[in-house]
């Protein structure tokens, strides 16, 4: 059974840091590409990052791009997700999601616009971030 756990997620000023993790288990995480993926309230869900499975393609939602960044642990199965510069707008629930077809291409998904809930099907409980002063 695929399991995704987050952790991290806590109450930060804005222009502050956190580091998000998503441990993995239940299926080759290797093998598969991982997403971070947040919903603020009263909103859909949105696509944060996306990491192919060899660690060295990545891909950023414009409104993150050059704050956060994503990584990943093939030897420990973690994704992470290292947040700088936090505004108020990244307020949201953060999940760690995948496909659990080894061979989708999330990059692809993202870059395309598919909407998250139909390119990924497995997906932890999320860890909320709230920045507020």
Same mark, same amino acid.
């Given at each position: 059974?695929?399991? +995704?756990?987050?952790?991290?997620?806590? +109450?930060?000023?804005?222009?502050?840091? +956190?580091?998000?993790?998503?441990? /993995?288990?239940?299926?080759?995480?290797?093998?598969?590409?991982?997403?971070?993926?947040?919903? !603020?309230?009263?909103?859909?869900?949105?696509?944060?990052?996306?990491?192919?499975?060899?660690? =060295?393609?990545?891909?950023?939602?414009?409104?993150?791009?050059?704050?956060?960044?994503?990584?990943?642990?093939?030897?420990?199965? $973690?994704?992470?997700?290292?947040?700088?510069?936090?505004?108020?707008?990244? $307020? /949201?629930? =953060?999940?760690? /999601?995948?496909?659990?077809?080894?061979?989708?291409?999330?990059?692809?998904?993202?870059?395309? /616009?598919?909407?998250? !809930?139909? !390119?990924?099907? !497995?997906?932890?409980?999320?860890? +909320?971030? $709230?920045?507020?002063?």
């Amino acid at each position: 059974e695929v399991q +995704l756990v987050e952790s991290g997620g806590n +109450l930060v000023q804005p222009g502050g840091s +956190l580091r998000l993790s998503c441990a /993995a288990s239940g299926f080759t995480f290797s093998r598969h590409d991982m997403s971070w993926v947040r919903q !603020a309230p009263g909103k859909g869900p949105e696509w944060v990052s996306v990491i192919n499975s060899g660690g =060295y393609g990545t891909y950023y939602e414009d409104s993150v791009k050059g704050r956060f960044t994503i990584s990943r642990d093939n030897t420990y199965n $973690t994704l992470y997700l290292q947040m700088n510069s936090l505004k108020t707008e990244d $307020t /949201a629930v =953060y999940y760690c /999601a995948t496909n659990k077809n080894p061979g989708q291409n999330l990059i692809r998904s993202m870059a395309r /616009a598919i909407r998250p !809930a139909n !390119a990924l099907d !497995a997906w932890g409980q999320g860890t +909320l971030v $709230t920045v507020s002063s």
